[in-house]
């Protein structure tokens, strides 16, 4: 039903040519893929899609679009909205270049790779969207569908807390072995919509902060630098995490910077809305202190 | 840079001596320094005569907000036992609010590098006014105890 409204509404904006593009999800090559889709003309907008499959989170795609010509218009799930807004306060979107189409988002589902197709009903949840805190999108320019009620994130940081408590050697030896594995693909980074310099930190060829031997130190130099340098900013949309091809628990990482800037500073979402800036990028004079 | 390489030449026999004899091994701490107000600071130590352990390498840098998180790790991978970010006390900074980013940037670094594994007594923070030589000479000492008492360092770290 969703599908229908997206292509009605994507014919229409392309045919009134108030947007050159649309942005959203069409099937992929197996029942259990949703991909991407940049839609252009008005006669392709039967290939829109939504389903349990769209985890893609599309915002970063915008970036591709900033200097173009018009309006793009996106279809933004809960997270994706927060990745708008994301970008939008890191000025890298403009908000009268973008016309969201909203839709609520009861959570992605996944699928074994070669499964035969059945009733989506069973799949499990894609850990991405099991602690999903904002399903529903926060900023938008049209909705379709119903507002859905957010689902019980009391276990969002288990993980995290499950870390903390293990002994200082223990820790640096689980989190060895998970860098050991890292190929620095730089895929978390690609895709995350809090991680948008034109010139990364990671990237040049000269000397740099980030040597370009593949062992373990430059692995934590890496992985160390990068949730730093999203902290405050990370808006908990599990793309890193998704994309990564050796199945780091980055979100661990991530969700452990949420939770001490949430207990040192006051509850901060990312992403929530554009005025309310990171954490880090502002102070207060009674934060806690501890270096005196 | 030079820090890596000299300090690893001078001392090549570290390393093959973990705790066999702690009173021959010195810590090497690498100490960012506000250009305001620590270093200043230990300059005032240095001029009152205060004795403090020769472990500190101290960097100056124009505020503590000029450190970043990766300043620390890459003092880690190069050889640091141990890393001081110090800088004015938070009201003093010479750039008004310089510190003030500091303190929540490195309070969050220290959360993190303990999450990962470190000691938490091996990257600190202190803030330091220029007249506050006692206070620098204190501070090093007392990390350097500490920093003896853990040992060397081997986290992180990717010279040997």
């Known amino acids: 039903m969703i599908t229908e409204k997206m292509r009605d509404v994507a014919k229409d904006l392309l045919t009134k040519g108030e947007v050159n593009m649309v942005i959203g999800w069409e099937k992929g090559t197996f029942w259990y893929n949703s991909t991407p889709v940049f839609i252009t003309k008005a006669e392709d907008v039967e290939r829109l899609v939504f389903d349990e499959f769209c985890t893609n989170n599309l915002a970063k795609y915008l970036l591709d679009y900033k200097t173009a010509e018009g309006k793009v218009a996106i279809f933004v799930k809960g997270c994706d909205a927060r990745a708008v807004n994301r970008l939008m306060q890191d000025q890298q979107v403009q908000r009268d270049k973008v016309y969201l189409l909203g839709i609520p988002c009861g959570g992605m589902k996944e699928a074994a790779p070669g499964t035969q197709p059945q009733a989506t009903e069973g799949l499990p949840l894609v850990e991405k969207c099991q602690n999903c805190t904002s399903p529903n999108p926060v900023v938008f320019d049209v909705l379709l569908g119903d507002q859905v009620s957010v689902r019980d994130t009391q276990n969002r940081f288990a993980a995290v807390e499950k870390l903390e408590a293990l002994g200082t050697d223990e820790k640096y030896a689980y989190w060895g072995e998970m860098f050991d594995k890292c190929i620095r693909c730089y895929a978390c980074r690609n895709v995350c919509p809090a991680c948008s310099c034109r010139e990364c930190a990671f990237d040049g060829n000269g000397l740099n902060w980030l040597g370009k031997q593949n062992n373990l130190q430059e692995n934590q130099m890496f992985n160390i630098t990068r949730a730093m340098h999203v902290a405050g900013r990370c808006i908990e949309c599990g793309e890193c995490e998704r994309v990564c091809p050796m199945d780091l628990p980055l979100m661990a990482i991530n969700r452990k910077v949420i939770k001490d800037l949430n207990e040192l500073f006051g509850a901060y979402e990312a992403g929530m809305d554009v005025e309310n800036r990171p954490p880090l990028g502002q102070f207060k004079l009674e934060d806690p202190e501890k270096f005196m | ?160």
């Not at chain 2, 320094?33 to 001029?47: F, K, M, P, Q």
């Not at chain 2, 003030?100 to 006014?129: C, E, H, K, V």
């Open chain 2, 1 to 160: 840079m030079s820090l890596d390489t000299e300090a690893v030449q001078q001392q090549p026999a570290t390393a093959a001596q973990p705790e066999g004899a702690p009173q021959e091994w010195e810590p090497r701490i690498v100490g960012f320094a506000c250009n305001w107000c620590t270093y200043a600071g230990a300059d005032l130590a240095g001029l009152s005569r205060l004795q403090y352990p020769p472990s500190i390498r101290l960097i100056r840098v124009p505020c503590s907000g000029r450190v970043n998180p990766q300043f620390v790790i890459r003092a880690f991978q190069r050889g640091a036992d141990g890393v001081l970010v110090a800088g004015c006390h938070p009201g003093d900074c010479h750039y008004s609010t310089g510190n003030y980013f500091t303190r929540r940037r490195f309070l969050l670094m220290q959360n993190m590098l303990q999450y990962m594994g470190m000691d938490p007594r091996r990257f600190q923070a202190r803030w330091i006014s220029g007249s506050e030589g006692p206070k620098f000479q204190q501070v090093i000492t007392q990390m350097t105890e500490d920093i003896k008492a853990l040992g060397p360092n081997r986290k992180m770290r990717d010279v040997e």
